[in-house]
């Protein structure tokens, strides 16, 4: 079957009916460059939707990894209920079914006047419309102590790969009845209810092999996403095994002792058996050598196209970008990527731009036969992403819905990732 | 066919732009209903592609049920329902289609064919 773009279309139109059949490789018409850099969910999704777009278009998909690591489901490998390899997604469905071409390699810089990306390679590529998508950067050194080196020993194990594996090794070798310290991060931050999901299923890993073992977390913020269910799941699967300490009870995460494994708040030290220290974020080092992210550390954006706001021609997607009221997660970089993507194909084509869909949706395990969901709507007319409608899972849900929501997990992660990837 | 060409790959689309060719042969006044109908299924694309965050749209069902096939009018319905509905998922991702939007999408999902089933 052919595919026909709408420009086209109109050339077909208005010629003979013997030429109505012409393909579109005779037409002759250029290719817009499309160069998108980050092969993560939101990368790999405003290429894939370009790629599939009625749009006539050359997609390069620039990602220094072989393969993408989800850091979402991470956590079940943490807790043994899901093997590391069920996490790695590869870029050949992109190159082979869309036609996309993947460049292994690491962009270094983004001239917007002569519209080219530099390569850590030294090739440059051109473009027509560029997309960035560099997910989040840490912030080494809000917390004193806690640089690039620490991570070996103290891992944040929020970019999923090596980190994930040292975290998992160090919990293996753990002696039982040591403390698991987990430093959540303050806000904004990639999923909200990541780390609570991870202390639920580090304390499920910790019941059936290190039960005397205990959990703290010492969190940069005085409530979470979903509190209440955590508390709850916690009091019914983990009693006594998790302690969450607010900012304003620790005054706050000041520092490190790499060596001494401990972490130090405002009044106190906290020695550790093993540290998941996650940091403060900031959109991806790219976007900050750019000039893409404004003083939050974040990129504003058109929420109706993710056209950056400082730098005309430039979309951001994903965690990196500013996007009102939405979170930072998989979910919401793969909806941010869609809209993005037709916007572009739309204006490729000259064709109508339709209202945009933004969504954020999670599906949170707290145990392998308990799980929690939660949806947000958003709404972008008014120039600003704004809630439109919010559900979460309530305290006190029967056992089977619970239960019915871990199956349902399973499948979206199987189909999300198709999504993506597939 | 270039292998990125799936947009309007569904069947429905193919059929009826082959018809509205020879339409155009015939009398150009039928480019506008083309353009409108080629919107259309844009849309019901740009829709659906919400819908394959969480639905496989190949068919397959591995927990999350297929939503590609099915009769028209149920599916519609079926998101009427979420929309009324108590709280769930579903109801915040039915609330924002408006019922051009649920009768769009559903139409484009109801032409779709499982995997199994394309030739």
Redesign the interface.
């Known amino acids: 079957m052919n595919c026909w773009t709408r420009r086209e279309f109109g050339c077909i139109a208005g010629a003979t009916c013997l030429t109505a059949l012409t393909p579109r490789a005779v037409t002759g018409q250029a290719k817009a460059r499309i160069v998108v850099i980050g092969g993560g969910v939101g990368g790999a999704t405003v290429a894939k939707y370009l790629a599939m777009s009625t749009a006539t278009v050359d997609v390069t998909l620039i990602e220094p990894k072989q393969h993408y690591t989800t850091c979402f489901f991470s956590s079940l490998y943490l807790a043994g209920l899901r093997s590391f390899e069920s996490l790695i997604h590869g870029y050949e469905g992109l190159a082979q079914r869309y036609g996309i071409s993947i460049v292994h390699d690491s962009a270094t810089i983004i001239d917007p006047v002569a519209k080219t990306v530099g390569l850590e390679s030294g090739a440059r590529l051109p473009y027509d419309r560029l997309v960035v998508a560099p997910g989040i950067a840490f912030k080494y050194g809000a917390i004193e102590g806690y640089d690039e080196a620490a991570t070996q020993t103290l891992p944040h194990a929020w970019t999923a790969g090596p980190q994930t594996m040292l975290l998992r090794q160090q919990l293996e070798s753990m002696e039982d009845g040591g403390v698991f310290v987990l430093v959540a991060p303050p806000n904004p931050f990639r999923c909200p209810p990541g780390p609570y999901e991870r202390a639920s299923l580090v304390a499920y890993y910790f019941k059936q092999y290190k039960p005397r073992a205990k959990i703290l977390i010492l969190d940069a913020k005085d409530n979470f996403f979903g509190q209440e269910l955590f508390q709850d799941a916690w009091s019914r699967h983990y009693p006594g095994m998790i302690e969450w300490l607010p900012a304003q009870f620790t005054g706050g995460i000041k520092a490190v002792d790499v060596k001494g494994r401990s972490v130090k708040t405002a009044g106190d030290t906290f020695r550790a058996a093993v540290a998941n220290v996650i940091p403060p974020q900031m959109a991806g080092q790219l976007a900050q050598d750019a000039g893409l992210a404004d003083q939050s550390g974040w990129c504003p954006i058109d929420p109706m196209t993710f056209e950056s706001k400082l730098q005309p021609g430039i979309h951001v997607v994903g965690d990196a970008a500013s996007a009102g009221e939405m979170s930072k997660s998989a979910f919401a970089s793969n909806s941010q990527a869609k809209v993005c993507a037709f916007a572009i194909a739309a204006s490729l084509t000259g064709s109508e731009r339709f209202p945009p869909h933004l969504f954020n949706a999670c599906f949170t395990i707290v145990a392998p036969d308990d799980a929690m969901s939660s949806a947000i709507g958003y709404q972008a007319a008014t120039g600003a992403i704004k809630i439109s409608d919010f559900f979460l899972s309530k305290v006190g849900e029967d056992a089977e819905t619970r239960r019915r929501l871990v199956r349902e997990a399973d499948g979206w992660y199987a189909a999300f990732t198709e999504d993506v990837f597939g | 066919?270039?292998?990125?060409?799936?947009?309007?790959?569904n069947a429905l689309g193919?059929r009826a732009?082959i018809a509205l060719?020879i339409c155009?042969?015939a009398t150009?006044v039928f480019?506008i209903t083309?353009?409108s109908l080629?919107?259309d299924n844009?849309?019901g694309a740009?829709?659906a592609?919400?819908c394959?965050?969480?639905?496989?749209l190949?068919g397959r069902?591995?927990?999350?049920p297929s939503i590609i096939g099915l009769d028209e009018g149920k599916l519609a319905g079926a998101l009427q329902a979420f929309k009324s509905g108590e709280?769930?998922?579903m109801?915040?991702?039915a609330?924002?289609?408006s019922s051009e939007e649920i009768a769009t999408v559903v139409h484009y999902l109801a032409a779709q064919r499982k995997e199994t089933e394309r030739p």
Do not use: W, Y
Request: proline letters at 2%; a positive charge.
């Open positions: 066919m270039s292998a990125k060409c799936r947009c309007d790959g193919a732009f060719q155009i042969c150009p480019l083309h353009e080629a919107a844009n849309r740009q829709l592609a919400t394959a965050a969480c639905h496989r190949d069902d591995n927990g999350i709280r769930s998922i109801h915040t991702v609330l924002s289609l």
